[in-house]
């Protein structure tokens, strides 16, 4: 409008210069489809491939697992194809059927609302520790590490004295089984990994060896094979009236088949703290532990999160391989449960697995967004 | 006075802050402190001065322990440092350092950066801490910084916080290493100021630093160090108008042109 012009070589502004709109073709809904799906041919042809995929497995799949599916019924004759239902869908009656089993295992029924009420002890003290805002997490903290595990223990294992009875460990069994080995796991392998970590980082040798060898014995072996040696073979060195509990067991080798890995995931993070970190808190006098704790962890784990969590939905998923010592976690339910004589039929075996797919998505995506929004928030903080 | 014995045996501090004694340092088979002997009084502020890779830094480091030594002593306030973590840890409780890159503690805002060595390693409540940090934050000119994180502070900003988080510990002797190196031009001086300031206190001092101007408005003696040996130590009046050694007037023709 008021452009310099050639010949002169100083310029003053006189109007101030308005607000306009973008161009239409930059804005709203078409900006968008332009920017994002359409802006060169390659991602044209990308984005008609996309649409012709969706087109071609979404249909059968809604129409598979909520259309043609099957709600309600005793046994497997609900589910099987007849004249009346010649395709007959997913059936989600098996999974209404044996649902209580799937989330309780062989629980007596008249005990299960201790498990329900661990769930929700448990849901209160991840919801106390896991919103940033909570009001005073230092007694969440407290609640969770510490009244939590005594609380569960004596509603899951019950306590005779003050009227729970005891219901031993291998009638535990299903979501509830998935749910304490994989909080478990997660509770005790951060802090083993973080001491792993610091260990192998140490300036004592025998220390870093000893740490050395247990991570790089553990990452070399398979969580099955420890599984198997922490309930097979301890019996064979131990009475078995002397072994402690298969489960206990069981979740003993996750526990440290985790940490081991967690370890490595926390020496990426010490190793990211600039040595200027130690050397100022060296300086202030802070011995080691007050150093690693308030000045080196807090740096390290913030930039170790997403891997951290990473670790833990590998953890969560790994649950799963337990069933091989005979406990049966959730998948092993869905396993047992659809090969009853009364319920086997093919589309049962479906929608059995894809129900425990559902579980499984359901519980690591849900982890991994809540540690996206961790990360955002915490990059957020950095830059304050 | 300086010719006075140190007394350690009454509660107050030794006249000698600090002590250096034969001191050999090597990197591998490299040679970075021969030799030095260095006998720092209380309450004398020293400039340290010299080339790079000089050993400057190293020998700064040593007297809080932050590197070690093959051979001599250091005597720190009367404790002389030896492996014992015990006596490390009491002598960097009263001595200061302030570093070229601040060092400052990223997840952590001023006003924490400041009482965090208080809290911890002094014991104080929190309110007290804080108080104490407001104060020494308010001697730098920054309190109104307090809330916020160090990266959104300027350098100068930042090695102000950084010499008040130092403070906060009531050290008897301050160490800087080169403070103002890391620094844009405009904000040397906000620094050096401080620092002018904070020596006007009688707080010991010893600085490497290549401010020729501030050594010769605050030091008591600048010393000169080039290939791991202490060249000169002179008075600023003596060391600027009349140095003796061949090395130490090149090393003034490079830094004051």
């Known amino acids: 409008m008021s452009a310099i012009s050639d010949d002169s070589s100083s310029y003053v502004r006189r109007l101030p210069a308005a607000s306009l709109k973008p161009p239409a073709a930059q804005a709203g809904i078409f900006g968008w489809l332009r920017a994002n799906l359409l802006s060169s041919p390659g991602n044209i042809a990308l984005t008609l491939v996309c649409i012709v995929v969706i087109a071609w497995a979404v249909p059968p799949l809604v129409r598979f697992f909520l259309i043609d599916a099957i709600w309600s019924g005793a046994d497997r004759e609900a589910c099987l194809a007849s004249a009346a239902l010649p395709n007959p869908g997913a059936c989600w009656a098996f999974v209404r059927v044996w649902f209580g089993y799937f989330v309780y295992g062989f629980y007596p029924a008249p005990e299960r609302w201790r498990v329900d009420l661990f769930f929700a002890a448990l849901a209160l003290g991840v919801g106390w520790l896991a919103r940033p805002r909570a009001p005073r997490r230092d007694i969440g903290a407290v609640y969770f590490f510490v009244a939590l595990p005594i609380l569960s223990f004596i509603l899951l294992h019950g306590a005779p004295l003050i009227g729970l009875a005891v219901v031993p460990t291998s009638a535990w069994g299903g979501v509830l089984v998935t749910v304490v080995v994989a909080v478990i796991g997660m509770v005790f392998s951060l802090p083993l990994g973080i001491l792993l970590a610091l260990a192998r980082r140490s300036e004592l040798p025998v220390v870093k060896v000893a740490a050395v060898a247990f991570i790089e014995f553990v990452r070399g072996v398979p969580l099955i094979t420890v599984l198997f040696m922490a309930s097979v073979m301890l019996p064979l060195f131990v009475p078995e009236r002397l072994a402690p509990d298969k489960l206990i067991r069981a979740l003993v080798g996750v526990a440290l088949f985790s940490s081991a890995y967690m370890a490595e995931v926390v020496r990426g993070g010490l190793a990211a703290v600039p040595l200027g970190q130690y050397e100022a808190a060296h300086a202030l006098g802070l011995g080691y532990w007050r150093m690693i704790g308030v000045v080196i962890l807090p740096q390290a784990l913030r930039v170790t999160l997403p891997n951290i969590v990473n670790t833990f939905i590998g953890l969560f998923k790994d649950t799963t391989l337990v069933f091989i010592v005979g406990i049966f976690d959730f998948l092993r339910t869905i396993e047992a449960a659809r090969a009853d004589p009364r319920w086997t039929a093919p589309n049962v075996t479906v929608t059995g697995y894809a129900f425990a797919a559902l579980f499984y998505f359901a519980c690591c995506y849900g982890m991994s967004r809540y540690a996206r929004g961790l990360e955002t928030r915490l990059a957020r903080a950095g830059r304050r | ?257």
């Open chain 2, 1 to 257: 006075m300086r010719e006075r014995a140190d007394n350690s045996s009454t509660a107050t501090l030794p006249e000698v802050a600090v002590e250096v004694d034969g001191l050999h340092k090597w990197y591998g088979d490299f040679h970075v402190l021969r030799d030095i002997n260095l006998k720092v009084w209380r309450g004398e502020r020293i400039v340290i001065c010299g080339p790079s890779g000089g050993g400057k830094s190293t020998l700064l480091r040593c007297i809080n322990r932050l590197e070690d030594w093959q051979q001599g002593r250091i005597i720190v306030d009367g404790v002389e440092l030896t492996d014992d973590p015990k006596r490390i840890l009491a002598v960097r409780r009263d001595v200061g350092m302030v570093f070229q890159q601040f060092n400052l503690f990223p997840h952590l805002t001023v006003l924490e950066n400041c009482t965090l060595a208080p809290i911890w390693v002094r014991h104080l409540p929190k309110r007290e801490a804080e108080a104490l940090a407001m104060n020494y934050l308010a001697r730098v000119k920054i309190p109104e910084q307090a809330g916020k994180y160090p990266a959104r502070l300027s350098g100068g900003q930042q090695q102000r916080v950084a010499i008040a988080r130092a403070l906060c510990m009531n050290p008897n002797i301050m160490l800087f290493d080169e403070p103002t190196s890391a620094l844009d031009p405009e904000m040397v001086k906000e620094v050096l100021d401080t620092m002018v300031e904070l020596a006007s206190d009688g707080i010991t001092m010893l600085v490497v630093s290549h401010e020729m101007g501030f050594a010769r408005e605050v030091a008591d003696r600048v010393i000169l160090m080039d290939d791991g040996q202490i060249i000169e130590i002179n008075g600023p009046q003596e060391f600027f108008a009349n140095p003796q050694h061949e090395r130490t007037r090149a090393f003034l023709r490079q830094v004051l042109r």
